[in-house]
């Protein structure tokens, strides 16, 4: 357990949200928290990776991210059970949010929004421990499950700390949402809470209208604007009121469903902008305090913080989503050097094996990041390939290369893996292939590369199979011989297109 006094570097945490709270985190650590938990809202999002080169023809990549869809089994029961016992979280759980969490069950049964609730209210618990008294609490959601977690806030955090229901208006009707028989969803909502009634906020405003500001015709001998038509003939100065406040509804941020074309733009799914995130970090927290986000996604929230100059705490689940935010950071225009680790991911041989015995995806997810390849996981006939590595090839008409990487999390190593390499290699069209083991390779497997011989490209001779162990990974450099010109895997990915929810929950 860290003690108060302890200064904190920026970290980005990779694992379970609700171990890591409990784990990592003190009570009364954090000064504002915000969060863009999944909605409930049953779709599975996909991202497809676009090379920084633009569209080049078989270059594109798309990988799940996570899926929105929550069942009741064993996890839920779990959960709900640990709630119960006050067992699975540091604080015990309050008598009213036991007999809401129970009532909620009576009502709605063994359902995916009962999963999905049993999954928010110890996470949510958590949150306010590690809240300092002055901090506060923005939770970003929308009408599917926003009813059922302002219930769970009010029975964590007080019906007497719920501040404000924000409205982000996302004025667009276009595309699927169109088509549906109903009202055209045009909101998300953004529930405001604080820790006790001693929390800092500090207003923000719209900046003055053009005829507001017209109406200051004169200039005092100090370089002020001033007005003197009011009916007590007292000069009213511009610079006196800093704008409009700013109210609880937001008309003026653009999502990305409006505006896909920021340059902000990843095309992760749910990113949000970062003009919303400024705007709750302005508000809710001074320089140097320290903002937590437990589902940072993307790092919209991260990028923000670190730019208003406050310390952070990003904490995900997948692989992906750490290797993303670490390439936003060094990519996104701040100057400075940014000092931050990342915690949970492999440090060394040991740790690479828990990591693949625990979620064999999140381990081939990060072996292809340390290569700074395109994950490839496909619904298409894309079998052995689990990384993609693009390079631009003058010489080919279609101006690409490609490396294809596989990723063999056993210990066992044989001829027989090398040969199916070859294989793909073969099926994809690829120019060399990488394979990826714990163990070193056998003599066996080592023969079996050299008869695939080698390809010359820009003057260097280029093994057509290569291997690497997971040993190798952690070596600077890494140990591999790879083609000049290769194009980096997150320039501009862009979302599936998805159809909207057509039925309300």
């Not at 902008?273 to 001074?286: T, W």
Request: proline share 5%; glycine share 6%.
């Amino acid at each position: 357990m860290l003690n108060q006094n302890y200064q904190w570097k920026n970290k980005l945490y990779f694992g379970d949200n609700l171990d890591i709270l409990m784990d990592k985190i003190p009570d009364s650590f954090v000064d504002l928290i915000y969060l863009d938990p999944p909605f409930q809202s049953g779709k599975t999002y996909n991202i497809i990776f676009q090379p920084e080169a633009g569209k080049v023809k078989g270059a594109n990549a798309q990988i799940k991210t996570f899926g929105d869809t929550w069942k009741w089994g064993e996890e839920a029961e779990k959960s709900y059970e640990g709630l119960i016992r006050g067992d699975i979280t540091k604080e015990k759980p309050p008598q009213k949010l036991i007999d809401l969490i129970t009532t909620m069950r009576s009502y709605l049964g063994e359902c995916s929004m009962m999963a999905y609730l049993s999954m928010m209210a110890p996470r949510l618990l958590e949150m306010r421990r590690v809240l300092k008294n002055t901090g506060s609490i923005y939770l970003h959601c929308d009408p599917i499950a926003g009813h059922y977690l302002k219930l769970l806030t009010d029975a964590i955090f007080g019906p007497n700390n719920f501040l404000r229901e924000i409205i982000w208006s996302l004025e667009t009707t276009s595309g699927y949402k169109s088509q549906a028989k109903n009202w055209i969803r045009a909101h998300d909502i953004v529930l405001f809470y604080s820790k006790t009634a001693n929390y800092f906020f500090e207003k923000q405003y719209y900046p003055h209208k053009k005829e507001y500001v017209a109406r200051f015709k004169k200039i005092d001998e100090n370089g002020r604007r001033y007005r003197d038509d009011r009916p007590d003939k007292r000069k009213q100065y511009l610079d006196e009121t800093p704008g409009t406040s700013i109210g609880d509804v937001w008309s003026d941020i653009m999502s990305f469903q409006q505006a896909s074309t920021l340059k902000e733009y990843l095309g992760y799914p749910t990113q949000k902008p970062e003009k919303l995130l400024e705007r709750i970090i302005k508000s809710s927290s001074k320089k140097g305090d320290l903002v937590l986000d437990p589902f940072c996604g993307c790092g919209t929230t991260i990028v923000a913080a670190q730019k208003l100059e406050r310390k952070w705490i990003g904490i995900d689940i997948t692989y992906l989503a750490i290797d993303v935010i670490s390439k936003r950071l060094k990519k996104n225009g701040i100057k400075e050097i940014i000092d931050f680790e990342v915690d949970g991911e492999p440090k060394d041989v040991y740790s690479a094996k828990k990591l693949v015995d625990k979620d064999p995806f999140q381990f081939q997810i990060w072996c292809i990041s340390k290569l700074d390849a395109t994950p490839s996981q496909t619904k298409s006939a894309d079998k052995g390939v689990d990384g993609i590595i693009n390079f631009i090839d003058p010489n080919k008409e279609i101006k690409a290369g490609k490396g294809i990487i596989q990723i063999k999390g056993t210990e066992n190593v044989n001829p027989a893996i090398v040969r199916e390499l070859k294989g793909t290699l073969k099926s994809q069209n690829a120019d060399f292939g990488i394979l990826v083991t714990f163990r070193k390779p056998t003599q066996g497997m080592i023969n079996e590369a050299t008869k695939e011989g080698h390809f010359w490209f820009v003057g260097r001779e280029i093994p057509r199979i290569q291997f690497l162990t997971v040993e190798d990974l952690f070596k600077v450099p890494i140990p591999i011989q790879l083609p000049p010109l290769m194009i980096s895997s997150y320039k501009k990915p862009s979302i599936e297109k998805e159809k909207e929810e057509l039925e309300l929950f």
